[in-house]
Structures are given as structure tokens and as C-alpha cells.
């Protein structure tokens, strides 16, 4: 036989590798890549390619011949396709099958779907928002470049009865940190002296991100300069960078590099830097720099005053720690010997320290700044990493009590799919495949509401945003997203679906087939505990935001010893320059107001403040004990009338009284501190005169006699006490200006102050805030906490609901018949409905006596904050108690009324 | 040469029977054994060859065993239990087939 001759021939005439390796390239390069049929291609290929050479025929041509028979590259990739079509057939009819009776299952109990679809897409949408915000949290001044090498300084001082911990530190820290040590890079300082008028040609506007900084400010911070050079941008006196923003505001469509700003109507400040704007995840959001060389005050050579924040760069390699623990040694060299100037002969740092002083510098990492610090001098408030933990726990709480709903509805109907998994394995199920169909369920459900949740997310973002003062918003273009839906997808499905496909696919066939297992209600115990786990969170969430709550109303209205109410303080008042007191005179011709102040120190957080130390004259200041550091504040005669604050003792300022240019008020913190011997009224208390550099002059000391003492008021949060504080006559007129106004209607007494405004400072922003919206600030912080968590754990006990809900339908559902039996025999109504709500009622109890004590720990831990705390009584734990107790049962007497209510005949009609 | 319409239905009862009578063999043998056995009647197209041959082994019919040679690997086709037994049965129903065509179309077969 000729072609048994040409095989056999075949055999002897083997192709080389070089034409293996031809072939097997070729056949890549047409597409043929699958397992299990290159290599078969490429051996049936060689094959016939050696048969036609044995026929005498090159090696290409015998090839491209064999090639032919198959149709060239679209006949071999057709093969392809057909051959792994046929091997997947299989798996993917079981898949298909799966999701078929999958999709039927949950299509029939749309009633549970529904549950478990709402829960669960709502528990993951609240997941979804705090991954966004803790994401967002931690990505805090992670662009700079140098980041890990930047640090800034923190200042412990303890002094005459103060403690400071704070941001401050003196004006020559920086230089002297530079100088003294090879391992700091760069120093630089910043000094904040709050907002500016800025104006470009004739109208102002007011910017609150203004600082004034030092020239290495880009080579600490890495930010992009998109016109100027960053290394001599800030070099010069009157010279500022602005950020891109700000360049845009003032110069649209111009170049702004070399153009000139006019800052307070006085300085004129040339631009010679532009920079990107800071994003949104940095701790600071500086919009003008100003050169701090054209500021007289940090020349100062003085360790006394505090005021500039700075922070370093180091050198790569240079030990933070090690860097720290030399800086004792530069406090007692160079800071000792001029307090020692200043104090007195005697002063000695063993003294200063034995008398439980403290004059402390220390570093704070970059990465530390936004989450774990919240010093005197911040920027911008951080945010406390307790509040990220306590976030994501929250999140997942919700999200696990949506998934315990899943569990229990699952197991709960199990009695229902008893008989299908029964039949399903005498037709020859494994486990495997029974475990397979239920995951493939719940990995199905969970999809769904993840798409949902995704809806859901980006529905309530905005409002997120406003609570939280955030910008976050979801990334719908990056792949990360899209691969962490497929990973919750499938970890969530898992997570809910894993205890009910091990539950349900143990049935024993027998058993089930012959209607032995009405495991419906009877195997609770797990399910019992979960409800209970449910509830505790629930209940504990809500005990928590009661407590909050109370909290913050107890410091809304918690005599703070003046009257916040009914005040506006008209801002930025010297812009009205020589108008100011004509301005003030005219509005109270009005009849309109009450009274009226001048001055920068007022009673709420962030408005001015001055601290020096003082003593009783006659003794000795040398003596530390003697000295107090007290809050010093320049008033007029009417700031006492105007704030409502209450004079115990002695009297007020009074024009009567020619000598009230040395007269001072003192709260009775002050009255404690300065320990007076005799009478208070009429003593004096001294402290240093200035000297001509501005700095303390121990020679010349200036007195001043106590004419009343003021009733202790809150003039900072109420997590701190109330300090020493003294008031003294202002000798110039500045400051903001208040009014204490009658009327009701607030709008027509901004009208009436805008109109003068505008009439004596014309061109000038108008600017005002109320003195309660102000003190309201203070705590806006937890005013926000409070509300997040007042809206998380009202979704926890809805979720929580929802699945009560559905539990004790399906309870109500399992036992028609012997509700019908009952009613039959004359049960009440009331009767069965406490029949049916006892079971669950009495979880309920259980996870309220759980809930207690873990919600009073929560409690305790988060008032520790606060000096001043509101009782949080045993009342507000049977309050919490109650309410969930009743939102409980009121979800299930729904169910149990309409199962009660039910006619007998119907149910039991069928037997 | 026969066309390939009509062998759509006959191409898994020709494998079959061609791996009973000779065993264990790979895909261009087959190939080969069918046309020599036809004459160079019939051509398998390896289109037609290899999905054929996955499926039957997808189904229990077929087993493979992989042996390399050289640089090649070559994949040997034999029938199993089920797939012996099934054989006959394939054969027999086509024989009966081809009968009833002779009466349907009117001609003698021999």
C-alpha cells in the first residue's frame, strides 16, 4: 500500500527543530494559542508537512499545502474556537443551571429578596462611604515628595500655672535649629495673623488662607511653581506667591508673575511666584504666601515669645529621635541665659524645672499631622484616628448585621427548601453542588446590591460631604473600583452565604423526605445569638448618639457666664480707618442697638488672645510660685454691658472714673491664682514693662488696681477650664466691632449696618458674624459627629428591623395552622400576638442587658475629653432601652396581628 | 470525493470505528487511515476532526494519553469502556440507515 509505504517512509524523513520551531512560531503568530490544541495542531501539522516532503516537496511548500487543507488562519482559528466551545460546554451548563434555579428562587420569595437585597445594599453603601473617607483620610500629605523626611515642632510649656501644649515656638527656633545641627536640611517658620483685604485695583476682597512664611518655603514643600522661581520667589520683603486659584481670581487670562497686590489698602505686595493650588488632602490650604522678610517680628532674637509654627526638613538618613533628644541640651544654652535676663539674677534652670516648670521642644512627623494631632496652632482642624477606627467599625457593624439578616432568613426557610435539597440528592447531588447552588444565590443577591449600593452611595455623597466637609466622590474611572466590587461581590457573598449552604446541604434525604425535619424555628439557638449580636449593636449605637446628643445640647446651653445671644461683630472694622468710632456713634443713634465694643477679644475660640505673666505687687517675681500666667485683654467701657457678663464683686469700667486707665477686672480663676492677702478690690497687680525692642523690661514695671472681679465665663471650649483672665482699658480703639442688638428680625439689622458701612468705608467688603453661630463652631466638629452617628445607628436599627420583620412573618407563616387550632379552641387575640412576639421580644431584653455596659464604656471614653460633662443618667439607658424594645415590637406585632387576626378557616381549611 | 454535508452525521460513527479496529492513534493518523480506507474518498477536515474528537473525549468515549517526541508532543485517541460499547451500536444504526436510503432512493446495494 503506497500510503502505509509513504508513512512508514514518513517516520525516517523527521523535520528538523529549526522547522519545528518554524512551524510552532507561525502557528502563534496565526492566533493558535489554546492549551489542548496547539500542540495537537502543531503535531498533526508536522506530521503531514513531513508526509509531503517525503512526496519530494520543500519544506515551505509543503507547509503552506497542509496549511491549505485547513483553511489558512481562519479555518485554524475556527477549529480553535470549535474545539474549546465543546469543552466548555459542560461546566457552563452547570453554571447556567445554577443561576437559573437561582434566579428562580429568589424570584419567588421576592418578599425575603426584597429584605435581604435592601439591608444589605444599604449596609455595603455605608461601607462604600466610609472606604471612600477613610481612603481619603489617610492620603492626607502624602504628595509632597520629601514627605517622610519633614517635620515640625511642637511646644511643651509649663509656666506660672499654664500649660501649653502647642505648635508655637520662638522666631529664632528655626535659624537656631539650622545652625546648630548639619542633619536639619531646611527650617522655615510660618506666622498666621488671620485675614486680609486684598485688592487688585479698587475693590476688596476678603482671603482667609494668608500666611506669612519663609523664602525655603518650596523647598520644603514640594509644591509645583507654574510661573517664577521657587528659589528666590519669597526672598524679598513685600513679595508673595500665590496659588493658581488666587491668580485666576485676580488676574483672569493675564499673566500675574510681576503684577502687584494690594493687601489691607496699605501694603503693596509683588507677585513673584505662582504655585498649584493645594489639593483638598493637605493640611494647610495657603492661597498667599507673604515673604516673612518683611516681618519686623520674626527678626526678633527672643526665646520668650511663642508664635511662629516651624517646621524642618531633614537630611536623608538623619535620625528624627536622636535629632529630638538634643534639644534640651539647645534650651539650656541659648533659652536659659535670656530667661535668666528676664526673670531675675537668681534664675537657674534647676529651679526652674524644681518648680514644675517645663520649656519642652519636641518633632512631629508630616504623617502624624492630619490624624493624630490637635495642638494650639493648627492650621485647620484634623481628624482624630480614633474617629477613622470608630468609623470602620461602625460601617462594619452595619454591614454585619445586614448579613446576619441573610443568614437568619436563610436558615430560617430552610423547612421550605428541606424537601428540595432532599430530592436534589437522591437524584444524585454531592454536597458540593448543593453548597455551590446556595453560594451561587447569595453571591447573586450580593452583586445585586452591591450595584445598588453603588447608587446609593453616589445619592448620598453630597450629603456625606457637607456633614463630613469632605469632597469625596466615587472613582468611576479607575479599574481598582470595579475590581473591588467584584472582590466584595464575591467576599461578601461568601461571608453571608457560607453558614446557610453548610446548614441546608447537611439535610439527610431520608429524613427530610419523610417530613422528619421542621428544622424551621426549632434549631435557633445560632440564630437566636445573631439577632442577639444584631440588637446589642443597634441598641448600643443608639445609647451612644443619645449620650452625644445630650452632651452637646448640655453645652449649647450651659450658663457660660455671658449672653452670646442677640450679638453681631462687625469684622474687619479697620477699613473704615479714621471712621471707626464716627461708624459706631451713628449705628447707635439708631435706637436699634443696645450697646456696643470695640475689641479683638472676645468669648469664643479663635478670636484674640494675649497671655503675660503677672504678679501681686510687692512680691517678689523672681519667685516663681508668685507669678501667674493669666490671659490679658483690652476692652472698652462697654465690652462688660455689651458681652452680658456678670460683676461679682467691685464694679465695672466707668467714664466716672478718670483712674480706670489703670484699672483691671479679674475672673475668679485670676482672683484663685494671684492668692490676694487682703481685700481684693483696690490691690494691685504688677508685671514687666516693654522694653524699646519690644521684649520685657524687668526695670520698669507697669501696675494696675483691681476694681471688680467678674464671674467665671467660658471664653474656650468647654473641654478646657476656664483660665486666669484679666481686663484692662485698650488704649487705641481697634478690633472688630459688637453690637448688642433688641430686635428680632436679625435681617434688618444687618441692612442697617451694611447701608452705614458702605456709606463710611466705601470699596470694602462688608463682613459679620453672630456671636452664637461663632460659639456654635466651636463644637461644629462634634455636632457632625453627633449627626453621623444619629443617622448610622438609625440605619443599623432599621436594618435590624427589616430582618425582625421578615423573621416573624416567617414565624407567623410556619405556625398558621396552630394559630388557626388556637383560635378554634378561643384564644385572644392579645393572646397569640404575645404568643408570637415573646420569643423575639425576649432577645430584645437580652441584647439591651449587653448593650448597657458596652455602650456606658463608649460613653465614658469620649466624655473623658470634656471638663465640663452633662450627667448621663441611668434615665438614658431605659430611654435607648425602650425605644428599641418598641420599634422592635411594634416590627413584629405587625406581623403577629395579621396572623392573629387571621380566619381559622382559611388556615386550616386544607386538611 | 465525498461531500462533507453528507459525512456531518456519519464523522463521530467513523472515528469511533476506526479507533476500535486500530487502537490507539493520534489525529493525522486518522486522517490518513480514512482516506487510504476510502480511497481518498473522504477527506477529514481537521475543522470537522478535533472538535469531534473533544467532544467524544468530553463525553466519556474517548481517553488520551500524551506522548512527546522531540520537540513535539503527540496526543493518542482509544476508546474506552463506554466508548466500545457504544461502537456496535453506532455502527448497526448506520448500517440500517444506509439500508433504508437504498429503499427510499430506489437503487440495489450489494
Known amino acids: ?911 | 470525493m465525498h461531500s462533507p454535508e453528507l459525512l456531518k452525521g456519519t464523522l463521530q460513527t467513523i472515528l469511533l470505528k476506526v479507533l476500535k479496529d486500530n487502537g490507539r492513534m493520534y489525529g493525522y493518523e486518522i486522517t490518513q487511515r480514512v482516506k487510504e480506507l476510502s480511497a481518498e474518498r473522504i477527506l477529514l477536515t481537521e475543522g470537522a476532526l478535533y472538535p469531534t474528537l473533544h467532544k467524544l473525549e468530553a463525553e466519556g468515549m474517548l481517553k488520551t494519553e500524551v506522548v512527546t517526541i522531540g520537540k513535539r508532543v503527540r496526543k493518542y485517541y482509544s476508546l474506552t469502556a463506554e466508548g466500545k460499547s457504544l461502537v456496535k451500536e453506532r455502527v448497526n444504526e448506520l448500517i440500517a440507515f444506509i439500508k433504508t436510503m437504498g429503499n427510499v432512493l430506489q437503487v440495489e446495494l450489494n
Open chain 1, 1 to 911: 500500500m503506497p500510503e502505509a509505504w509513504g508513512m512508514w517512509l514518513a517516520a525516517f524523513m523527521q523535520l528538523t527543530n529549526d522547522h519545528i520551531d518554524y512551524i510552532i512560531k507561525d502557528l502563534n503568530y496565526r492566533g493558535i494559542v489554546a492549551d489542548g490544541i496547539q500542540e495537537e495542531l502543531i503535531d498533526h501539522i508536522c506530521s503531514g508537512v513531513e508526509m509531503e516532503m517525503s512526496k519530494g516537496k520543500k519544506f515551505i511548500d509543503a507547509y503552506h499545502h497542509i496549511l491549505k487543507s485547513f483553511g489558512h488562519t481562519g479555518g485554524l482559528r475556527e477549529t480553535q474556537k470549535k474545539v474549546i466551545q465543546s469543552e466548555n460546554n459542560k461546566s457552563r451548563n452547570m453554571l447556567k443551571n445554577y443561576f437559573t434555579i437561582a434566579m428562580r428562587n429568589l424570584r419567588k420569595h421576592s418578599f425575603y429578596t426584597f429584605i435581604n437585597v435592601a439591608g444589605l445594599s444599604v449596609g455595603l453603601a455605608i461601607c462604600f462611604i466610609i472606604l471612600l473617607f477613610v481612603i481619603n483620610e489617610t492620603s492626607y500629605d502624602k504628595h509632597f515628595e520629601n514627605g517622610d523626611r519633614i517635620y515640625r515642632t511642637k511646644s511643651e510649656i509649663k509656666f506660672g500655672g499654664n500649660h501649653y501644649n502647642m505648635l508655637y515656638a520662638p522666631p529664632i527656633l528655626a535659624s537656631a535649629l539650622v545652625a546648630e545641627y548639619p542633619e536639619v536640611e531646611a527650617a522655615i517658620r510660618f506666622r498666621e495673623r488671620g485675614s486680609y483685604l486684598v485688592k487688585r485695583n479698587v475693590d476688596n476682597i476678603k482671603e482667609g488662607n494668608v500666611i506669612w512664611t519663609d523664602r525655603d518655603f518650596f523647598k520644603v514643600f514640594s509644591i509645583p511653581v507654574i510661573a517664577g522661581n521657587a528659589e528666590t520667589a519669597l526672598a524679598e520683603p513685600n513679595t508673595i506667591a500665590i496659588s493658581e486659584k488666587i491668580a485666576e481670581k485676580y488676574f483672569p487670562g493675564e499673566n500675574a508673575l510681576g503684577q502687584t497686590l494690594i493687601l489691607d489698602n496699605k501694603m503693596n505686595m509683588k507677585i513673584t511666584a505662582i504655585y498649584k493650588t493645594l489639593p483638598q488632602n493637605t493640611h494647610f490650604h495657603f492661597d498667599i504666601l507673604i515673604s516673612m522678610e518683611g516681618l519686623d517680628e520674626a527678626k526678633r532674637l527672643v526665646w520668650y515669645s511663642n508664635n511662629f509654627q516651624t517646621y524642618l526638613l531633614l537630611r536623608s538618613g538623619a535620625d528624627a529621635k536622636q535629632l529630638e533628644s538634643k534639644f534640651t541640651e539647645l534650651v539650656v544654652k541659648n533659652a536659659m541665659p535670656q530667661l535668666a535676663e528676664v526673670l531675675g539674677a537668681d534664675f537657674t534652670m534647676e529651679k526652674f524645672i524644681a518648680a514644675g516648670n517645663k520649656m519642652e521642644y519636641t518633632l512631629q512627623p508630616l504623617s502624624d499631622i492630619h490624624l493624630k494631632s490637635s495642638l494650639q496652632g493648627e492650621f485647620e482642624p484634623g481628624f482624630d484616628m480614633a474617629y477613622v477606627y470608630l468609623f470602620v467599625a461602625v460601617a462594619l457593624f452595619i454591614l454585619m448585621i445586614a448579613c446576619i439578616n441573610f443568614m437568619n432568613l436563610s436558615t430560617a426557610r430552610s423547612a421550605n427548601r428541606a424537601k428540595e435539597v432532599g430530592i436534589r440528592k437522591v437524584m444524585g447531588s454531592f454536597r458540593s453542588h448543593l453548597m455551590r447552588q446556595f453560594l451561587t444565590e447569595s453571591i447573586l443577591l450580593t452583586f445585586a446590591s452591591i450595584l445598588l449600593a453603588l447608587g446609593i452611595a453616589y445619592l448620598l455623597l453630597p450629603f456625606f460631604n457637607q456633614l463630613s466637609l469632605r469632597t469625596l466622590s466615587i472613582p468611576f474611572n479607575q479599574p481598582m473600583l470595579y475590581l473591588i466590587i467584584i472582590a466584595a461581590a464575591l467576599g461578601v457573598g461568601l461571608l453571608a452565604g457560607i453558614y446557610p449552604s453548610f446548614f441546608l446541604s447537611a439535610f439527610k434525604p431520608v429524613n427530610v423526605l419523610k417530613g422528619n425535619v421542621s428544622l424551621g424555628m426549632k434549631s435557633g439557638f445560632i440564630r437566636s445569638a445573631l439577632v442577639v449580636f444584631q440588637f446589642t449593636i443597634s441598641i448600643s449605637l443608639v445609647i451612644g448618639t443619645l449620650a452625644v446628643n445630650r452632651q452637646l445640647n448640655y453645652i449649647q446651653n450651659k450658663k457660660l457666664g455671658f449672653n452670646k445671644d442677640q450679638v453681631i461683630v462687625i469684622e474687619d472694622a479697620y477699613a473704615l480707618g479714621t471712621n471707626r468710632t464716627p461708624f459706631k456713634d451713628e449705628i447707635m443713634r439708631s435706637g436699634k442697638m443696645e450697646n456696643a465694643t470695640m475689641t479683638g477679644f472676645l468669648p469664643v475660640s479663635g478670636t484674640w488672645r494675649s497671655d503675660n505673666p503677672w504678679w501681686v505687687e510687692g512680691r517678689d517675681p523672681a519667685v516663681q510660685e508668685n507669678m501667674v500666667s493669666i490671659q490679658n485683654w483690652r476692652i472698652d467701657y462697654d465690652y462688660i454691658k455689651t458681652m452680658g457678663m456678670n460683676i461679682k464683686e467691685g464694679r465695672d469700667f466707668s467714664r466716672d472714673f478718670p483712674s480706670d486707665s489703670s484699672a483691671v477686672i479679674i475672673n475668679e480663676a485670676a482672683l484663685k491664682s494671684f492668692r490676694f492677702d487682703g481685700d481684693p478690690i483696690g490691690s494691685k497687680i504688677q508685671s514687666f514693662g516693654s522694653g524699646p525692642d519690644g521684649g520685657p523690661d524687668k526695670d520698669h514695671p507697669i501696675s494696675l488696681t483691681v476694681v471688680g472681679i467678674a464671674e467665671n465665663f467660658h471664653f474656650e471650649s468647654l473641654k478646657q477650664n476656664v483660665s486666669p483672665l484679666m481686663m484692662e482699658l485698650s488704649k487705641r480703639a481697634e478690633g472688630p466691632i459688637s453690637f448688642r442688638f433688641q430686635s428680632q428680625n436679625a435681617k434688618e439689622i444687618i441692612q442697617l449696618l451694611e447701608v452705614k458701612w458702605k456709606e463710611l468705608a466705601p470699596g470694602q467688603p462688608f463682613n459679620y458674624y453672630f456671636l452664637d453661630e461663632r460659639f456654635g463652631t466651636m463644637y461644629a466638629s462634634e455636632m457632625r459627629l453627633g449627626k453621623i452617628f444619629g443617622i448610622f445607628s438609625m440605619i443599623a436599627i432599621v436594618i435590624a428591623c427589616l430582618g425582625l420583620f421578615a423573621l416573624t412573618s416567617f414565624t407567623a407563616e410556619q405556625r398558621m395552622k396552630e394559630i388557626g387550632i388556637r383560635k378554634v379552641l378561643g384564644a385572644s387575640i392579645s393572646s397569640i400576638v404575645l404568643l408570637l412576639s415573646k420569643e423575639l421580644g425576649k432577645l430584645v431584653l437580652i441584647a439591651f442587658v449587653l448593650a448597657a455596659p458596652l455602650a456606658w464604656y463608649g460613653i465614658d471614653w469620649w466624655l473623658k475629653d470634656y471638663t465640663y460633662k452633662t450627667e448621663i443618667g441611668f434615665g438614658l439607658y431605659v430611654i435607648a432601652g425602650v425605644a428599641a424594645f418598641l420599634i422592635a415590637w411594634l416590627t413584629m406585632s405587625f406581623q403577629s396581628f395579621k396572623a392573629a387576626n387571621s380566619d381559622p378557616v382559611k388556615s386550616l381549611r386544607s386538611e
